[in-house]
C-alpha cells in the first residue's frame, strides 16, 4: 500500500451512496505534509513532462494544486463554480454535474490566464464519474491549450470516469485507486499499481 492509501484506511469512512469521506486530512482538514507527499508523488509521476500551468476546480481540488504546484514551479488556476454568469466572451464555460451534490454548475476561467499552446497539468481530489474533469479538459480545449496530464488524489475506479478519460487518450494518474468499497464494513478494496 502506497502512504495515501494507508491513510484512506486510517482516516477515511465509506458511507452509503459510493462517498469516500476523506475531510480530516483531504478536503476539509487538511494534512498539509501528505499534500507535499502527493506533490512530490505528482512530480515524479510526471517527471519529463513540459507543464506550464496547473488547473483545478473550486474549492477542495485547489490546496492540493497548490501544494503540488511546488514542486512544478507553475501557477494555479482554478475553475470557479458560478450559477448564473452573463460574461461571455471574457470567459471560457463549461457545464459540470457535481457527484456530492447532485447539482448542475458552470464552471469559469478568464481568458487571462488559460492561453493557445499552453500545456496543462490537470489536478482535482477525487475521480468518480468524470464531471469535473471532463468541464476542465473543455476548457483547456476552449483555450486552445493542451492536456499534458492528469492527477488526481483517490480514484474511484468502479465509477466509470477513469476508464472513459483513459480511452480518450489522456494520460491519467490517480495516487489511489479504489476498486470496491463497503459501507457496512468500512472495507476498503485498492487497485494494484506498478509505480
Ligand atoms: P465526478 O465529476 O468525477 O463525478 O466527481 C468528482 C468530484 O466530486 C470531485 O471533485 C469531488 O469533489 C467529488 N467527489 C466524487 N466522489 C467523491 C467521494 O467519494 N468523496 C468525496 N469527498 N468527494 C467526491
Not at 507543464?51 to 477542495?60: G, P
Not at 501557477?75 to 471574457?90: D, H, L, Q, T, Y
Not at 468524470?130 to 499534458?148: H, N, P
Not at 472513459?164 to 463497503?182: C, H, Q
Request: proline share 1%; net charge negative; charged share 25%.
Amino acid at each position: 500500500m502506497n502512504f495515501l492509501e494507508e491513510r484512506i484506511c486510517k482516516d477515511g469512512i465509506v458511507k452509503e451512496g459510493n462517498v469516500l469521506k476523506v475531510d480530516s486530512f483531504l478536503n476539509h482538514q487538511l494534512d498539509i505534509a501528505l499534500l507535499e507527499r502527493m506533490g512530490e508523488e505528482f512530480a515524479r509521476r510526471f517527471a519529463g513532462a513540459k507543464i506550464d500551468k496547473i488547473l483545478t476546480i473550486e474549492a477542495s481540488g485547489i490546496g492540493i494544486a497548490c501544494v503540488a504546484a511546488r514542486y512544478f514551479s507553475v501557477p494555479v488556476v482554478f475553475a470557479k463554480k458560478a450559477r448564473s454568469i452573463n460574461i461571455e466572451g471574457e470567459m471560457y464555460i463549461a457545464e459540470v454535474e457535481s457527484f456530492t451534490h447532485k447539482c448542475k454548475n458552470q464552471v469559469i476561467v478568464s481568458k487571462k490566464f488559460l492561453s493557445p499552446g499552453e500545456h496543462v497539468l490537470i489536478i482535482d481530489d477525487f475521480l468518480a464519474n468524470g464531471c469535473a474533469l471532463q468541464g476542465l479538459i473543455s476548457i483547456v480545449s476552449q483555450a486552445g491549450a493542451q492536456v499534458e496530464g492528469i492527477g488526481i488524489a483517490i480514484e474511484k475506479g468502479f465509477q466509470s470516469g477513469g476508464r472513459t478519460i483513459r480511452n480518450l487518450g489522456y494520460r491519467l494518474e490517480s495516487i489511489a485507486i479504489v476498486d470496491g468499497m463497503d459501507a457496512a464494513t468500512g472495507e476498503i478494496l485498492f487497485r494494484g499499481q506498478e509505480v
